[in-house]
């Protein structure tokens, strides 16, 4: 059983631009989170999907948004990336709703 | 405002003893904890849980106790180990008995050094 698994690792923007990271969840998890991890801080929640719709969302603005596939892989896109983007970004999956998450190894963004 | 508290950015065992890890909350609306364990170019991996109707839960040297009343979690290790050194996060989120998004609301983290 694969865990969940994320690309790029490594990804170098400008500010201004647009970037799109993936996301593919752990075998039979319906259900996927994405959050943000400054550095020194603890993963902030961004939104969450189940089944293809989005089933919350944090305290991000519209310029973050995201797809689920039926596959249940997911995307996270960022337009007008701002300097304040760049951190860690984690995705994490479970097999239900209010299931225990299990994080892929995040893909850390840098805006210059 | 921090709903999520960790107040030890870093702590420092001897293999062998008694690792304690602390978390503090302020939202009621909490049912259910966790604790992850994050190694450095790593995401972070989930470590143990507990939901609010119990006290303890227990999965081998780890154990998380928790006290309503005073909002507080802790993580004991017990005997701490030299792979054990990581970052700890404690991780809260509400409603997951009345259905809602389950969004886990994080702490900052404690770094946790285990001396050989």
């Known amino acids: 059983e694969t865990g969940v698994t994320q690309s790029p690792t490594h990804l170098i923007k400008t500010r201004g631009q647009q970037v799109t990271l993936r996301c593919s969840s752990q075998?039979?998890?319906?259900?996927v989170s994405w959050y943000q991890q400054a550095l020194g801080q603890g993963p902030q929640f961004i939104f969450q999907y189940y089944r293809e719709e989005e089933n919350g969302r944090g305290n991000f603005p519209p310029r973050f948004s995201g797809l689920q596939f039926p596959n249940y892989s997911s995307e996270l896109n960022v337009n007008a990336l701002e300097l304040d983007d760049s951190a860690l970004y984690l995705c994490a999956s479970s097999p239900a709703l209010q299931e225990t998450q299990y994080f892929g190894p995040g893909t850390r963004l840098l805006v210059l | 405002d921090q709903q999520v508290k960790q107040n030890s950015p870093s702590l420092s065992v001897q293999e062998g003893r008694i690792s304690i890890l602390n978390c503090d909350y302020t939202n009621s609306m909490f049912d259910y904890f966790l604790w992850y364990k994050k190694y450095p170019a790593e995401g972070p991996t989930f470590l143990i849980s507990i939901s609010s109707i119990k006290d303890k839960n227990e999965d081998g040297r780890f154990t998380v106790f928790l006290n309503k009343s005073a909002k507080h979690l802790s993580l004991h290790i017990v005997p701490s180990q030299p792979g054990d050194s990581a970052v700890y996060f404690c991780?809260?989120?509400?409603?997951?008995?009345?259905?809602?998004?389950?969004?886990?609301?994080f702490g900052k983290g404690t770094k946790l050094s285990v001396k050989p």
């Open positions: 991780a809260a989120s509400a409603g997951n008995y009345g259905g809602s998004q389950g969004n886990l609301i």
């Open positions: 075998s039979g998890h319906n259900t």
